[in-house]
T-cell receptor, first 114, second 117 residues
Framework: DTGVSQNPRHKITKRGQNVTFRCDPI?????LYWYRQTLGQGPEFLTY????????KSRLLSDRFSAERPKGSFSTLEIQRTEQGDSAMYLC????????????FGSGTQLSVL | AQTVTQSQPEMSVQEAETVTLSCTYD???????LFWYKQPPSRQMILVIR??????QNATENRFSVNFQKAAKSFSLKISDSQLGDAAMYFC??????????????FGKGTRLSVIA
């Protein structure tokens, strides 16, 4: 169990550029979640996958955001035409199941849009 | 929609003392799960303790325990014998049991805990 891995750890980009983040969950976990955390706030749900199927998307996930999880393994989160309001920590988490199962979080990708 | 409220943005405690962090939530459901997560400066969220709503007994994990009051929709975290390593942001979180628990966690805004040596 090597934990949930996220890359890059930090990303600085100019407004209007596209960015992509990667998350590698714990290998046997079938559920993968993306959250966004801004300063002074708790994590806010963006989307989640069960295996390769994207089961739910928050209304926070505008059409500039897209997430994929090909083959039910790693996941990518892409933001197109970034805006300054996209600056946040993007957290990935995985779990074996829902319910009482605990989520294992990665260390996040800190995005700064200049 | 469910909401989670943490009314204490910051708390401090002397080393070896006890501190209680508050959390209330709003839901119309009867089956759900509650969690406390810790986020140290390293940013990685770590599960501290969890509680199933159908269990009357309060969960405990070593120095960490909860006071779960279902009728009052309250879920406080007590940290006993506080240690310097307990300093972190603490988030209360709720998960519905609807759809067999296939629902995302809803987090509060967090409480920053400082431990004074």
């Amino acid at each position: 169990d090597t934990g949930v891995s996220q890359n890059p750890r930090h990303k600085i980009t100019k407004r209007g550029q596209n960015v992509t983040f990667r998350c590698d969950p714990i290998s046997e976990h079938n559920r993968l979640y993306w959250y966004r955390q801004t300063l002074g706030q708790g994590p806010e749900f963006l989307t989640y996958f069960q295996n390769e199927a994207q089961l739910e998307k928050s209304r926070l996930l505008s059409d500039r955001f897209s997430a994929e999880r090909p083959k039910g393994s790693f996941s990518t989160l892409e933001i197109q035409r970034t805006e300054q309001g996209d600056s946040a920590m993007y957290l990935c988490a995985s779990s074996l199941d829902g319910g009482r199962e605990k989520l294992f979080f990665g260390s996040g990708t800190q995005l700064s849009v200049l | 929609a469910q909401t989670v409220t943490q009314s204490q943005p910051e708390m401090s405690v002397q080393e070896a003392e006890t501190v209680t962090l508050s959390c209330t939530y709003d839901t119309s459901e009867s089956d759900y799960y509650l969690f406390w997560y810790k986020q140290p400066p390293s940013r990685q969220m770590i599960l501290v303790i969890r509680q199933e709503a159908y269990k009357q007994q309060n969960a405990t994990e070593n120095r960490f325990s909860v006071n779960f009051q279902k009728a009052a929709k309250s879920f406080s975290l007590k940290i006993s014998d506080s240690q310097l390593g307990d300093a972190a942001m603490y988030f209360c979180a709720y998960r519905s049991e609807m759809n067999s628990g296939n629902t995302p966690l809803v987090f509060g805004k967090g409480t920053r805990l400082s431990v004074i040596a």
